[in-house]
């Protein structure tokens, strides 16, 4: 199933289902108001939503109506939790040398993730505020799980059970802060605005075998101003989903709706190029000697979508959104 | 006005008002259904919460009843941000020796500052759930600001009046794993749990002329197993919270509700104690070689109430918890 979001006036939004082809959508409140609503009592709503989204995809709903990615909301506007982890080394090691520093403590061994803002996410065509340029802001694109409650000290074994939707995520960065940030210690906070989220959450199914232990086997197409930055695959997730549920379950109970990132898709091979900006640069550098690709600037657009190995589009929908000068926020 | 919120089965819980001696309360719900609600609504309801405090007060109101803090959840069971800073320097430089790590770069100068998980908050006399007492269980008290919402970029000067409540905050800590998380850089994950809060929410006024200068002069009162481990005032903050919620709202907006952390409180004079174990740990290893203070185990009681500089209780009620074994983790 496909689950889409649009507003209404809530902090939830209100619930849709949404074709198999994303070309039509259902509103399906009446057995959840919201996605939040519909994970938390996953195991009641399934079955309602999954005959609705037969019925949606035979013809035979009278409210269908086309669907409208540029209406859609993130999948959950809101969550619980937002804990983003850096589970592709690759991207790990290209970032030691962009912040020209040691190699994190474990970091091949022991998952990192960062507790990220979940109260303020952007739908997939939203305008992205920013206060400076002089920030260094990037693009990070991202896949992402939806789990359902997660009891605390949950065992990877047990945390596939709990992976109720997988999403497409950019988790906007800001370079120049992270840098500050990082030898702090407490982590990234200013480093991290609000984070961006492709139209469609769907159920693992909708990957078919590209799901596959326990990672998403899609390559994700980045573009800066249409011009393409990469398309990595997913399937290089040095720690699988499960494992990094399982890493932020170990000390805490994780409430319905939580979402786990993998951090930035990134791979070995230099042909797949990178899912952000920070990657392309230390890459020029290493590879030319110099960085030529700048940080993202006011106006810029940055464009996402997933697409499984035969080039067909994925499940996610695309993101495209500007960067925008805050409101307000002095010149 | 002091508020706190009793279960009903939702996420938010349901609104009271408490008389100022803390022992009677009226339900508001006919005004709000949750204080999360009365905060996002706060212009609007703000009138008639004083009227309704006022007739509570002046012993007019029919449906009053006996304010039984031990059914209190957390004022807020939920938050959309708990951000958590560290801005009593004397802290920061024990945890230092205690960590055994150099200092944090402009620590003095730039509040450092965490994001906690805000979903699962826990109430004055919950038990806390631990996996395991080899992770260094550690209280942290601390004072806390609620704020409506704050636009992104808001400066210092501009925070205070988005104040609309102070809480008070055990932040548990599991000291041996934040020593390893600290290097990493992407800050506590596994090292904090979830939060407590005393059971009153309230009002600046509440604090009289205790609140002064963005600070709570409070004195903090915290016991472990009846035995006193600090009393430690407020008022030594090196950033007050307006300057915590500018660095909060640098490059995000806040929305209505979220809570703002002072850190650990801690006084340079070493007769105040101390708010944490981790700070009495270190202070003993300075001052008489050796540590004599274990962490935490399961079966320990820890209490904190805030008192005014006279002696009275504070506003906030008192906690009262016990620290235990998570339920279906194995001995």
Chains 1, 2 share one sequence.
């Not at 009592?41 to 079955?47: G, L, T």
């Not at 950019?170 to 210690?185: T, V």
């Not at 000697?289 to 589009?313: I, K, N």
Request: proline share 7%; charged share 20%; aromatic share 8%.
């Amino acid at each position: 199933m496909k689950f889409a979001t649009y507003a209404d006036g809530s902090l939830d939004g209100r619930l849709l289902i949404v074709s198999r082809d994303q070309s039509r959508a259902v509103d399906a409140t009446a057995i959840a108001p919201n996605l939040l609503t519909a994970v938390q009592r996953w195991r009641e709503v399934e079955p309602h939503l999954a005959r609705l989204a037969g019925e949606l995809e035979a013809g035979v709903v009278a409210e269908a109506v086309a669907f409208d990615p540029s209406l859609a909301l993130a999948p959950l506007p809101r969550a619980p939790q937002w804990l983003d982890g850096s589970a592709f080394l690759n991207h790990g090691r290209l970032m030691d040398h962009a912040f020209n520093k040691s190699p994190i403590p474990d970091f091949e061994t022991t998952p990192v993730m960062y507790q990220g803002a979940s109260d303020d996410f952007l739908g997939p065509h939203a305008d992205v505020p920013f206060v400076s340029e002089d920030d260094g802001i990037d693009l990070e694109g991202e896949f992402g799980v939806v789990v359902d409650e997660v009891a605390m000290a949950t065992p990877a074994a047990a945390a596939p059970d709990h992976i109720r939707l997988i999403v497409q995520i950019n988790d906007w960065s800001l370079r120049i802060i992270g840098a500050r940030e990082m030898p702090r210690g407490f982590g990234f906070l200013q480093a991290k605005p609000s984070t961006s989220f492709a139209p469609l959450a769907v159920t693992p199914d909708e990957l078919g075998p590209c799901w596959c232990d326990g990672r998403a086997d899609l390559f994700l197409h980045v573009l800066r101003n249409g011009e393409r930055i990469g398309a990595a695959s997913g399937r290089e997730m040095a720690f699988s989903f499960p494992e990094l549920i399982a890493h932020a379950a170990r000390t805490r109970r994780l409430t319905a709706g939580t979402i786990i990132g993998s951090g930035t898709v990134s791979n070995a091979d230099r042909a797949a190029g990178s899912s952000c900006l920070a990657e392309q640069r230390v890459i020029e550098l290493l590879d030319q000697g110099a960085v030529r690709t700048p940080f993202l600037s006011f106006g810029d657009r940055v464009e996402m979508q997933a697409c499984f190995p035969d080039g067909r589009p994925g499940p996610f929908g695309r993101m495209d959104q500007r960067v925008v000068r805050a409101a307000g926020v002095p010149a």
